[in-house]
């Protein structure tokens, strides 16, 4: 379909394939990006593809709902842990799959927001490895 509402709500569908979310996500519709990075489906390439527009479109807000995409390939985390939106790197450094290396690099960050989601998932990361500590004993 050639309406831009009509993919949009397309790339919303958690049903849709995962060949068709990659292809709506090299859009150069933000809209259409927009909505492949907050369906739940979405696979990493698609997510790699969506940040790829979303840097050359500069909406700080499509740039953190992929930082904060739980199927966001770390290398696309790393990139994020590194934009120039602090919003962007706190959601970068709240995924958990944000590599140590770049949480490292957050940890560091000018913004007290960032720093606090470091804080969260490093907790949380702690957490369970001192939980499965205890489950082996």
Not at 25 to 54: C, K, M, R, Y
Request: aromatic letters at 6%.
């Amino acid at each position: 379909d050639t309406s831009l509402d009509v993919r949009a709500a397309a790339a919303a569908n958690p049903n849709l394939p995962a060949e068709t979310l990659i292809r709506l996500a090299g859009s150069s519709h933000d809209d259409i990006v927009f909505a492949v990075a907050n369906t739940d489906s979405a696979p990493p390439e698609a997510l790699t593809g969506a940040w790829q527009a979303a840097v050359a479109s500069y909406w700080d807000e499509l740039r953190a709902a992929i930082a904060r995409h739980l199927n966001t390939p770390s290398s696309v985390l790393a990139a994020a842990a590194y934009d120039y939106n602090s919003f962007v790197r706190s959601c970068a450094a709240a995924n958990p799959n944000t590599e140590p290396h770049d949480l490292a690099v957050l940890a560091g960050d000018a913004h007290a927001t960032v720093r606090s989601a470091v804080l969260i998932i490093h907790f949380s990361r702690c957490r369970s490895a001192h939980a499965g500590l205890l489950a082996d004993n």
